[in-house]
């Protein structure tokens, strides 16, 4: 099976602070993802990424940046936390291939103080 | 954009039939998921329409009608574990999810 892992299941972090979430996934796949989850709103797409160094914008990517050195890897960085991205944050990834299966993480609650 | 509605909140008795309704309306349109997420967890995959019909997998169904914009999920049979949240999902490159419906399971 595929396995998409997030470092951190919870994370608290203070306002201003720069904060990493890191994403990896194990089965080569080309496509991955960053969702934020909200009560009332579902799953907003922050950034996707198509394949290494590339990056694309989703619907809300104000206050938020991406990385994707190696395939396996993708980085969301909160360049300067603010309470409204307390969140649940989740990550995704799907091959190109097959059927569009897409295989999400855990899962990362992040509160910011 | 992406306009994807689906109801809130729904409750059934153990045994009894639910029916999610998601209609949507986007700029772009691969195929539709429907995904389960119990509280704290995270989404997990029940199906995938791409043409028009019923999907039949076990206790649970999947409709898609591409020209109304609409699908449904069937839910039969209910048990208390089936209590979680139901998200509409559709697939164009990228997901767009609706809010999510949840389910809860009275005995």
């Known amino acids: 099976d595929v396995k998409v892992t997030q470092s951190s299941r919870y994370l608290v972090k203070r306002t201003g602070e720069k904060v990493f979430l890191e994403c990896v996934q194990d089965?080569?796949?080309?496509?991955m993802f960053w969702y934020r989850q909200d009560p009332g709103l579902g799953l907003r797409l922050i950034y996707f990424?198509?394949?290494?160094?590339?990056?694309e914008k989703g619907d809300i990517p104000e206050g938020y940046s991406v990385s994707r050195e190696k395939k396996e890897r993708f980085s969301l960085i909160l360049e300067s936390a603010s309470t409204n991205q307390t969140s649940m944050y989740l990550c995704?990834?799907?091959?190109?291939?097959?059927?569009?299966?897409?295989?999400f993480g855990s899962g990362t609650r992040l509160t910011v103080v | 954009g992406q306009n994807i509605d689906q109801p809130t909140e729904m409750t059934a008795t153990e045994g009894a039939i639910v029916q999610i309704n998601c209609t949507y309306q986007t700029s772009g349109f691969n195929g539709l998921f429907w995904y389960q997420q119990h509280a704290g967890e995270a989404p997990t995959f029940l199906s995938y329409n791409v043409l028009d019909g019923l999907e039949e997998k076990g206790r649970f169904s999947s409709f898609l009608s591409r020209s109304k914009g609409y699908s449904y999920l069937l839910l039969k049979e209910l048990q208390m574990k089936d209590s979680a949240s139901y998200l509409c999902?559709?697939?164009?490159?990228?997901?767009?999810f609706g809010a999510g419906t949840t389910v809860t399971v009275r005995a």
């Open positions: 089965m080569d796949h080309e496509n």
């Open positions: 999902a559709v697939n164009d490159y990228k997901l767009s």
């Open positions: 990424s198509y394949d290494v160094k590339m990056k």
């Open positions: 995704a990834s799907r091959t190109y291939q097959g059927a569009d299966g897409y295989t």
